[in-house]
């Protein structure tokens, strides 16, 4: 019985030096034998020149026409990096084109944009592509607001990858201008937390003061379109019962010519307030009136919209009726600042730090398709319809009129 167990205790010893060896012998292969076919940095070097030869240029397909439109207001049918560089991009490898024919075959393009303000899908002329490569981007893009989109996106579930709109939650923001703050060059506004300069409230200019005095008159609109859903008409209709409005294009009584610089000049000679009152009261929904007579003119503008301006604009360089609760209230504080012409000046203060530029989407295009993270990331708008509409707009105004 002792012989036996001496015997037993002896196997389990001779066993765990086998063991001992073995682990021994295949740490020595791992390390010694195989570790020079197997290189970790090898493998990430090949995967670097892999993805040097995938981030090749990205070829952006303008599928269907911006309105009438079909180059989209681009200086040729097909622009590639020099475009991109004259943009002052930060990354320009991309070609621009709504030639279709273009590339071989559809899904060569890396991103296809449809306009969705106006109908196109399922149409005689228009039809989406009947390929598609798993790896593309379809983009919706669209300038205007939800109440003018012409385009039913009730059937396209599943079918876009990105938004390129004018609402900062876009996947691509296509606004219509930009603050660029003239020291630092830096994008300041519109965005989701603009970090604005102060100082308007002790801003004193003599030569803008002078400006100021020399103003006769109160309000001024130029507007054509009439009837709108944000019932703009009706807002300015009853501002002219309290004061002085005077109103230029089909939906008023007075004629300037487009590009007249009279008419440009006017604003800044004889105005106190132009009214760039939007067709649509809809978030984010800041369109080029308020840059253009802010950027030409030496005029305050009074703003009415869905927006929150302090997001696109600095503070005190606009008046916002949607701040007042009536008509009255915005009046008499229309009243109170052409009374006092200093206070009325600081409207001016931004003009020192600020200067006002074009949006740029496709260079934000493409640098977002040169970009790995978003490239891969794959991504569908399930509902696009309700994304676009759904507490998008109010039918109600917050000023009472």
Known sequence: MIRKMKRNRLMLCLLFVVFCL???????????????????????????????????????????????????????????PDYFRSLQCPVTDCVLTNNRELLSTITDYDALVFHIAEPWAYSLFEKVPKLRSPRQIYVAANMESPAHTKHLLGGDHDFFNWTMTY????????????????????????????????????????????IVLEKTKMGVQFVSHCGTFSKRDDLVREIQKLMSVDIYGKCGTLECPRGSPRCTEMLTTDYRF????????????????????????????????????????????????????????????????????REYAKYFWWKEHYRITGSQPFCDLCQKLHDVGTRERVQYYKDIEEWWFDEACQAQARIKF
């Open 274 to 341: 132009y009214f760039a009152f939007e067709n649509s009261l809809c978030r984010d929904y800041v369109t080029e009136k308020v840059y253009t007579v802010m950027d030409a003119s030496w005029i305050v503008p009074v703003v009415f919209g869905g927006a929150d301006y302090s997001l696109f604009l600095p503070p005190n360089s606009y008046i916002d009726a949607q701040q007042f609760n009536t008509v009255e209230d915005l009046v008499e504080y229309l009243s109170y600042l052409s009374q006092n012409p």
């Open 22 to 80: 073995l682990v021994t012998a295949s740490f020595l292969i791992h390390t010694q034998c195989l570790k020079p076919s197997i290189s970790y940095y090898k493998i990430l070097e090949d995967h670097i020149r892999d993805r040097r030869l995938e981030d090749r240029s990205k070829y952006i397909l303008l599928y269907t026409n911006f309105f009438d439109v079909k180059n989209w207001k681009l200086s040729a049918e097909t622009v590639g």
């Open 167 to 210: 609402r900062l939650d876009s996947d691509v923001v296509w606004n219509y201008n930009n603050f660029v703050d003239a020291e630092t060059e830096v994008v300041v506004g519109p965005s989701e937390r603009p970090q604005w300069r102060r100082g308007f409230e002790e801003y004193y200019n003599e030569t803008v003061l002078e």
